[in-house]
């Protein structure tokens, strides 16, 4: 049995995409967020559309000595979003921690793209951070406060690979920009909001659209020339959902191997030649 910390001991978190995405220890962003605020201490709600995905992340946490439930609904729905925060107070009885990781990949320019493709990428990952926080933001208030942490990415803020992403770039810095007004117009009931920005994380998403070649110039370009994992975001977002960040809001933190520090001539020699 894993040893239980307590860095979040006595909250109550909501994790969207808290679902097994790989397989063994490759786990996707929002289990290995599940399970390491399990094992600080949090009661997690994890909700994801597919039961399988996400009773592996329950049997993972129950292994260790955790605490979860499984609630299957659809981010998109306001329905559902009404459930899920409902369902954290029946379980739980309160509701300090909302951490959206849902996301979908959005490849294609505006030139070419899809329209409905369009407006189901904005849709799965702007849309549903509203539905979300529409509903557990209430609960948060009658709890006292709590701490909302958004997954954008670093290409919300620059552009990305070569190959075009505009509806993903769109989506998640319409995150970005959500964060920051509901982390002001908030702050008074004392709800933290700010923004996760991962860099190139090898996450079993990536992994399935990604060649080795792609892999290794993505670990490449970041100054630290290490590869980043699933568990990188989790702990930033451990510090996020802590009071250890009680001071800290409207903030979007890179987690990106100092990515956005460089420029790419900064980072040419190491791109240039295979290390």
Not at 54 to 78: H, P, Q, R, Y
Not at 225 to 237: F, H, I, L, N, Y
Not at 264 to 269: C, E, Q
Request: charged share 20%; net charge negative; with cysteine.
């Amino acid at each position: 049995m894993t040893q239980r910390q307590t860095r979040l001991e006595d909250k109550v978190a909501i994790v969207t995409g808290a679902g097994a995405t790989g397989s063994g220890d490759f786990v996707g962003i929002g289990q290995a967020i599940s399970i390491l605020f399990a094992r600080q201490g949090a009661k997690v709600l994890l909700v994801d559309r597919d039961q399988k995905n996400a009773e592996t992340t329950l049997a993972t946490i129950k292994e260790e000595g955790g605490e979860a439930s499984v609630f299957l609904g659809d981010v998109t729905s306001n329905a559902d979003c009404q459930d899920m925060a409902q369902a954290a107070v029946s379980h739980y009885g309160k509701l300090n921690v909302l951490v959206n990781n849902v996301g979908i990949s959005g490849p294609g320019s505006v030139t070419d793209v899809d329209e409905e493709f369009w407006d189901t990428v904005i849709n799965v990952n702007l849309k549903s951070v509203m539905l979300t926080s529409k509903h557990a933001i209430p609960q948060m208030i009658e709890a006292g406060g709590g701490s909302i942490i958004n997954l954008s990415s670093i290409v919300g803020l620059r552009a990305g690979s070569g190959r075009p992403s505009h509806p993903y770039a769109a989506s998640k810095g319409g995150i970005i920009g959500l964060s920051n007004s509901m982390a002001v117009h908030y702050g008074r009931n004392n709800i933290r909001v700010n923004c996760i920005a991962p860099g190139h994380i090898h996450s079993p998403m990536v992994a399935r659209h990604s060649t080795a070649e792609m892999l290794d110039l993505r670990r490449r370009a970041g100054p630290l020339g290490t590869e980043g994992t699933p568990w990188d975001v989790a702990w930033a977002s451990l510090f996020l959902a802590s009071d250890e960040a009680r001071w800290i809001s409207g903030v979007t933190l890179p987690v990106d191997a100092g990515l956005l520090a460089a420029t790419p001539l900064a980072m040419f020699p190491y791109l240039r030649d295979p290390e």
